[in-house]
């Protein structure tokens, strides 16, 4: 971390916990960071993945699918008993469900609830910046594979990439283009085949004036389609660019004497 | 005790009085590989190289992750067998180079890595701040990164630094334009145009540089010169509102 990054890192949460599901589950107090004992993690992580409550039974047979209700019941008591004893007192329950308590903050709920403001329409000045963690976020839980994990990994990735576009697009309408293309890149980058992507940056190049760096990236876009799928980008990609040595020339106005002969060299 | 941080990439971070990680010195990945302990060069093997590379531009990461990036064409448990060598053979040479907690991968905080110089001075020129002398010194600098290296992560982030860079660029020469600097903001829109003649904005930014010290020669010779240079490259005009942008001074200064 250089001096300039030591600047910019501030304490985490002054108000309550934190559940770090990216990078975790790690749950963070302050500046003092907790781990999750081990045998409690997927509790944790299935738990935070929901926004409303869990039904115990449910958790228990996602958690514990092999064997009976009576020891997949056993094991979710153990683990909540485990968590309670390290002092981590993140998750309530009743006699039926579970469910983070409402002062603990949860991380991956932060940047689904910025991606959904920015998809739905509904982002503000402070949402047009890409929200740190995305990245964390393309990759929920990595290496682990059961089927709760995996619907949800995949959801959440494809709302990150729904938002990066969005937010390069509104960034586009703001003339925030080195952002934009940026915003644009990062979706690229996580997802290179994905044509959405490809053509926000496109349309982000193309709204600086940069249709140089347009061509790059179509060049470089329909080389990979070929070369992994066989196919050409979609027509509707190609006209965003036009048809070269065409356009523009029959688009600007006609030139005052002095300038045409200077500008015929 | 260690105090932990949450920085700007929304990751945890060790504070730097924390001796493990205390290592000073740099890495730098533009322009080539090149390894500091101190002031000292270093010289570490290829997969050491990749590992470190990784790590400094992308930031610390799950293992998984890493070990993917490292390692695409094999299966997961023996990608992470393979991080663990290798993690192994860096320690017992390089101690206290990469840190780990749980399961993720950190460079250390005391390696300065040119990437993120290039990253904050980015993002200070965004925020309408000049940059310091090293971060300014590493925008201008020529090298792409990590040259001949074709990883796909190494493709993306070249790509991704290069418009940082342009754009940032681009910027700067817009603020030293904005406080009156023409010279200078002439000189970084060159050197936006020498490290990539076909981007139109830098070029239009050197356009308006001249329009702005009312060298309209200058400005027209610019716009044949891209004009010229479009056309030969990618058989294209440049864009109206630049045409438009010149007809206008051009129509302006004769009238008066």
Request: glycine fraction near 10%.
């Amino acid at each position: 971390m250089s001096a300039a990054e030591l600047e910019d890192a501030m304490p985490v949460g002054d108000d309550g916990p934190v559940l770090h599901v990216l990078g975790g589950p790690c749950v963070s107090v302050g500046a003092r960071r907790v781990g999750v004992p081990e045998g409690s993690k997927r509790l944790v992580a299935f738990v935070a993945l929901h926004r409303r409550p869990v039904e115990r039974r449910h958790a228990a047979g996602a958690l514990w699918p092999i064997g009976d209700d009576c020891r997949a019941a056993g094991n979710l008591r153990s683990s909540l008993w485990r968590l309670r004893g390290a002092g981590i007192d993140i998750l309530d329950a009743d006699k039926w469900s579970l469910w983070v308590r409402e002062e603990v903050s949860v991380d991956i709920r932060a940047l689904s609830d910025w991606a959904g403001r920015l998809v739905g329409g509904a982002a503000s000045d402070l949402d047009l910046r890409v929200e740190p963690g995305w990245e964390d976020a393309l990759d929920l839980l990595p290496g682990w594979y059961e089927e709760w994990v995996l619907l949800e990994r995949e959801r959440l990735r494809q709302r990150m990439l729904h938002a990066l576009e969005t937010l390069s697009h509104r960034l586009v309408a703001e003339r925030r283009f080195g952002e934009a293309v940026e915003a644009a890149m990062l979706a690229v980058g996580a997802e290179p085949l994905r044509e959405s992507a490809q053509r926000t940056l496109l349309e982000a190049h193309l709204a600086e004036g940069n249709r140089g760096e347009g061509w790059r990236g179509l060049r470089t876009y329909r080389e990979l389609l070929r070369r992994e799928l066989g196919v050409e980008p979609s027509p509707e990609l190609q006209a965003l660019l036009g048809e070269p040595a065409v356009r523009g020339r029959g688009a600007h106005r006609p030139v005052h004497g002095y300038r045409a002969r200077v500008l015929s060299c | 005790m260690v105090q932990w941080y949450r920085s700007e990439r929304g990751s945890f971070r060790r504070s730097a009085d924390d001796p493990v990680l205390a290592v000073r010195g740099s890495l730098d990945l533009l322009g080539g590989f090149r390894l500091c302990v101190g002031t000292r060069p270093v010289d570490v093997p290829g997969t050491v190289q990749r590992l470190l590379a990784l790590l400094g531009v992308l930031g610390d990461q799950p293992r998984t992750t890493v070990a993917g990036s490292l390692w695409p064409d094999v299966p997961e448990h023996q990608a992470r067998a393979s991080l663990r060598t290798a993690l192994w053979r860096l320690h017992r040479r390089l101690p206290v180079l990469v840190g780990y907690d749980d399961d993720r991968l950190a460079l250390s905080a005391g390696i300065d890595v040119d990437t993120q110089l290039l990253a904050d001075g980015a993002r200070r020129i965004g925020a309408g701040v000049i940059p310091s002398d090293e971060q300014h010194a590493v925008l201008r600098r020529r090298g792409e990164l990590l040259p001949g290296w074709y990883e796909d992560w190494v493709v993306l982030e070249r790509e991704r630094c290069r418009q940082l860079r342009l754009h940032a660029l681009e910027t700067l020469a817009a603020s030293l334009a904005g406080s009156g600097r023409i010279a200078d903001a002439i000189d970084v829109a060159c050197e936006v145009i020498g490290i990539e003649p076909l981007r139109e904005s830098a070029h239009r930014v050197l356009i308006e540089l001249h329009l702005a010290e009312d060298n309209v020669e200058e400005a027209l010779r610019q716009f044949g010169a891209l004009r010229r240079l479009l056309a030969r490259e990618i058989g294209v005009e440049p864009s109206t509102d630049l045409h438009e942008l010149l007809a206008l001074r051009s129509f302006s200064r004769r009238s008066s």
